[in-house]
Nanobody
Framework: QVRLVESGGGLVQAGGSLRLSCTAS????????MGWYRQAPGKQRELVAG???????NYADSVRGRFGISRDNALKTVYLQMNSLKPEDTAVYYC????????WGQGTQVTVSS
């Protein structure tokens, strides 16, 4: 059983920063892909950022240059540093990993006030 535990969400003013963390536990040898998705009310879930085992990253156009994704393979943890936050970044953020199947965290709320 794989479990993902997220932390770091909250309420922040526009222009502020937050750092999300997600730690995987369970029967895991290695994690090919780790990433963050988000879902705002009334919208589809979208990829925010992803990172491979080798460190290759990709970002949604809307966050490129403001967000940074990183991972600690030994800790099985992925981070999302979010800077220059905007009200349109408000959403529930979900951690995901690929281990031959996709696994998801429970989600953490990020609210950016104007």
């Amino acid at each position: 059983q794989v479990r993902l535990v997220e932390s770091g969400g909250g309420l922040v003013q526009a222009g502020g920063s937050l750092r999300l963390s997600c730690t995987a536990s369970g029967s895991i040898r290695s994690i090919n892909f780790m990433g963050w998705y988000r879902q705002a009310p009334g919208k589809q879930r979208e990829l925010v950022a992803g990172i491979t085992t080798g460190g290759s990253t990709n970002y949604a156009d809307s966050v490129r240059g403001r967000f940074g994704i990183s991972r600690d393979n030994a800790l099985k943890t992925v981070y999302l540093q979010m800077n220059s936050l905007k009200p349109e970044d408000t959403a529930v953020y979900y951690c995901t990993v690929y281990l031959g199947a996709w696994y998801w965290g429970q989600g953490t709320q990020v609210t950016v006030s104007s």
